[in-house]
């Protein structure tokens, strides 16, 4: 059994999250776990520390034969070994694509509010961006505007930048909306870049479905990206893999990375394949604990966060805060970090949409988020008084 209550010492190591703010301050923004990662994984890498050689690394056939059968068991979704591109990370990734599927002066259409590295993409492969904003319905949950979606496409549009399980605002679109956006993306000739780094993060409930699954059309127009980073706690490792089903679009990824974008290194390498052969156990284990803070931080926030709305969360362990009916409305996330000690994600950071909200991670012991919460408790009694 893992144990999840552990708080780890993670400040003398060298944690952006923990020590980019002083000592007294919680952090409860960057996406990643305050968790050990799983001990197959960890055994594996010394394993292969022991054996005292890193030379340049070629992922193992059997890599590829594990993801294939991961993807097949998961969504019966059939793919090939080849089909496979092993990349550092999924940022990476996205902006590789955009560079490789399309040509300066055209455009590429993203949701916001989303994972800020979405909104420089485009630009960073001389695109224009486009942007549909979610809308959120009455209860919290966002929901996506189809009619203002197609209202954005353009003649330029050449690439849309999916982001599901979306991050931030939790939602994990389901088939309908999935085939909605795709049949959307076909009729005006867009290439579908799919971020589904959060897919194993599924709450109870909720069903991960890959956009590519929705038919051979759809997937010979789509790049996945998926990761065992979030899931299994690597993410410093930089082990990601894009699934690139349609040879043509493999071949000008390829061609695009020659001499700029190198493949995963070995340790990353070890410990991807260890957590998807023997991290599943740990998974389930971890997906009960992260359900019972995600039900913790509701409860909290519906109960002693007056002004604060919780979106609804059906995947990710990052909570999209709404604190524009607070009394730190104006200066959320400066009012909780100064004032609390609370470090959390600025929503105005994640684009249009985003102004007045804060993200928050709760992949961490439920003790250090108990802590967190009662320190923002603690600022919005003072703003009061």
């Given at each position: 059994?893992?144990?999840?209550?552990?708080?780890?010492?993670?400040?003398?190591?060298?944690?952006?999250?923990?020590?980019?703010?002083?000592?007294?301050v919680?952090?409860?923004?960057v996406a990643?776990?305050?968790?050990?990662?799983?001990e197959?994984?960890?055994?594996?890498?010394?394993?292969?520390?022991?054996?005292?050689?890193?030379?340049?690394?070629?992922?193992?056939?059997?890599f590829?034969?594990?993801?294939?059968?991961?993807?097949?068991?998961?969504?019966?979704?059939?793919?090939?070994?080849?089909?496979?591109?092993?990349?550092?990370?999924?940022?990476?990734?996205?902006?590789?694509?955009?560079?490789?599927?399309?040509?300066?002066?055209?455009?590429?259409?993203?949701?916001?509010?989303?994972?800020?590295p979405?909104?420089?993409?485009?630009?960073?492969?001389?695109?224009?961006?486009?942007?549909?904003?979610?809308?959120?319905?009455?209860?919290?949950?966002?929901?996506?505007?189809?009619?203002?979606?197609?209202?954005?496409?353009?003649?330029?549009?050449?690439?849309?930048?999916?982001?599901?399980?979306?991050?931030?605002?939790?939602?994990?679109?389901?088939?309908?909306?999935?085939?909605?956006?795709a049949?959307?993306?076909?009729?005006?000739?867009?290439?579908?870049?799919s971020?589904?780094?959060?897919?194993?993060?599924?709450?109870?409930?909720?069903q991960?479905?890959?956009?590519?699954?929705?038919?051979?059309?759809?997937?010979?127009?789509?790049?996945?990206?998926?990761?065992?980073?979030?899931?299994?706690?690597?993410?410093?490792?930089?082990?990601?893999?894009?699934?690139v089903?349609?040879?043509?679009?493999?071949k000008?990824?390829?061609?695009?990375?020659?001499?700029?974008?190198?493949g995963v290194?070995?340790?990353?390498?070890?410990?991807?394949l260890?957590?998807?052969?023997?991290?599943?156990?740990?998974?389930?284990?971890?997906?009960v604990?992260?359900?019972?803070?995600?039900?913790?931080?509701?409860?909290?926030v519906?109960?002693?966060?007056?002004?604060?709305?919780?979106?609804?969360m059906?995947?990710?362990?990052?909570?999209?805060l709404?604190?524009?009916?607070?009394?730190?409305a104006?200066s959320?996330?400066?009012?909780?970090?100064?004032?609390?000690?609370?470090?959390?994600?600025?929503?105005?950071?994640?684009?249009?949409?985003?102004e007045?909200?804060?993200?928050?991670?709760?992949?961490c012991p439920?003790?250090?988020?108990?802590?967190?919460l009662?320190?923002m408790?603690?600022?919005?009694?003072?703003?009061?008084?």
């Amino acid at each position: 059994m893992a144990d999840f209550d552990h708080f780890p010492e993670r400040r003398s190591t060298e944690s952006v999250k923990w020590r980019i703010f002083d000592e007294d301050v919680l952090p409860m923004w960057v996406a990643d776990m305050d968790f050990r990662s799983p001990e197959p994984v960890i055994q594996a890498l010394h394993a292969r520390v022991e054996h005292g050689i890193f030379g340049y690394p070629l992922p193992q056939d059997e890599f590829r034969q594990v993801v294939v059968e991961r993807l097949a068991n998961r969504y019966q979704w059939q793919v090939c070994p080849d089909d496979l591109i092993f990349l550092p990370g999924v940022v990476t990734g996205f902006n590789l694509v955009c560079q490789a599927l399309t040509q300066t002066g055209q455009a590429a259409i993203i949701q916001t509010p989303v994972y800020f590295p979405f909104l420089s993409a485009p630009e960073n492969a001389g695109l224009t961006r486009q942007e549909n904003q979610l809308v959120m319905a009455s209860d919290g949950r966002y929901e996506i505007d189809f009619d203002d979606f197609e209202r954005q496409i353009t003649p330029q549009t050449k690439m849309f930048i999916l982001c599901n399980p979306h991050n931030p605002v939790g939602r994990v679109f389901t088939r309908p909306e999935l085939e909605r956006l795709a049949e959307i993306c076909l009729r005006h000739d867009i290439y579908i870049c799919s971020d589904e780094i959060h897919s194993d993060l599924i709450f109870s409930g909720y069903q991960h479905t890959p956009i590519a699954t929705l038919g051979k059309q759809v997937s010979d127009r789509t790049v996945t990206l998926i990761a065992p980073s979030k899931t299994f706690n690597i993410a410093g490792l930089e082990c990601s893999i894009a699934v690139v089903t349609n040879p043509k679009l493999r071949k000008r990824i390829e061609a695009a990375r020659k001499g700029l974008v190198h493949g995963v290194n070995v340790l990353g390498l070890t410990a991807g394949l260890a957590a998807y052969k023997y991290g599943e156990g740990w998974l389930n284990e971890l997906l009960v604990y992260l359900e019972g803070n995600r039900d913790f931080l509701s409860d909290f926030v519906m109960e002693r966060l007056p002004g604060v709305r919780m979106s609804p969360m059906e995947g990710t362990y990052l909570a999209w805060l709404d604190c524009r009916g607070s009394n730190v409305a104006d200066s959320a996330c400066k009012s909780f970090l100064e004032k609390g000690r609370v470090a959390l994600n600025n929503g105005a950071d994640f684009g249009k949409g985003g102004e007045g909200f804060v993200r928050l991670n709760f992949g961490c012991p439920r003790s250090m988020l108990k802590d967190a919460l009662e320190r923002m408790e603690k600022v919005l009694e003072q703003k009061n008084e």
